[in-house]
């Protein structure tokens, strides 16, 4: 079975650009997570969906990220305009019921902002 | 306001010997801890969890206990083995919402 597959796996942009990150989570699972990796707060988590409908965004750190699930098997995260600080590792991961018991994460999207 | 916490940013550890890896939490409402582990450039993968009725489970080489009054759980790996070498991420949920919450990782290399 495929795993969760996100892309790019790797984007160099210059600040002010916009990155959109994608992400298919596993057939079947209904509950979709954006996390990002950074060296002082570890894994972050963004947004999570249930369903397809957002239940959690406190995560999200300011109004230039934005994160859409128009369907059960896509995803995007949005940054715009991009900055420095936003170089990390994103990844996208996937469960089967919101409890989040065991998600399973996708390969994750290295940004880079210069 | 990190709620789980794993201080100890790296370890090193002799092949053959025991490791283990700390993490502590504040949120007493987590009902659920989760151990997972990554290898560069790749996604974190799930390795052992336990639920907050029990303070120990046990898989293979890999132990989990829970402190639930010291709000601190550890993970040994018995023995150690080189390609152990990772970054292991503790994770709690519960609480007001069922999102996972992770520590900062703790970066374990095991030397041959």
């Known amino acids: 079975d495929a795993g969760v597959i996100q892309s790019p796996r790797h984007e160099v942009t210059e600040m002010g650009q916009e990155v959109t990150l994608r992400c298919k989570p596993i057939s079947g699972h209904n509950s979709l997570f954006w996390y990002r990796q950074t060296m002082m707060r570890g894994l972050e988590l963004l947004i999570y969906f249930n369903n397809n409908v957002p239940i959690d965004d406190s995560g999200m750190p300011e109004d230039r990220f934005s994160a859409k699930m128009p369907n059960a098997s896509f995803s995007t995260l949005k940054i715009q305009p991009s900055e420095p600080r936003d170089s990390a590792v994103y990844f996208c991961?996937?469960?089967?019921?919101?409890?989040?018991?065991?998600?399973?994460f996708g390969e994750g999207s290295w940004l880079t902002v210069v | 306001d990190q709620q789980v916490k794993q201080n100890s940013p790296s370890l090193s550890v002799q092949e053959g010997r025991i490791s283990i890896l700390n993490c502590d939490y504040t949120?007493?409402?987590?009902?659920?801890f989760l151990w997972y582990k990554k290898y560069p450039a790749e996604g974190p993968t799930f390795l052992i969890s336990?639920?907050?009725?029990?303070d120990k489970n046990e898989d293979g080489r890999f132990t989990v206990f829970l402190n639930k009054s010291a709000k601190h759980l550890s993970l040994h790996i018995v023995p150690s083995q080189p390609g152990d070498s990772a970054v292991y991420f503790c994770?709690?949920?519960?609480?007001?919402?069922?999102?996972?919450?992770f520590g900062t990782g703790t970066l374990l290399a095991v030397q041959p």
């Open positions: 949120n007493s409402m987590f009902d659920y």
């Open positions: 994770a709690a949920r519960g609480g007001a919402t069922n999102k996972l919450i």
């Open positions: 991961a996937s469960s089967r019921d919101s409890s989040g018991n065991t998600i399973y």
């Open positions: 336990i639920s907050s009725i029990k």
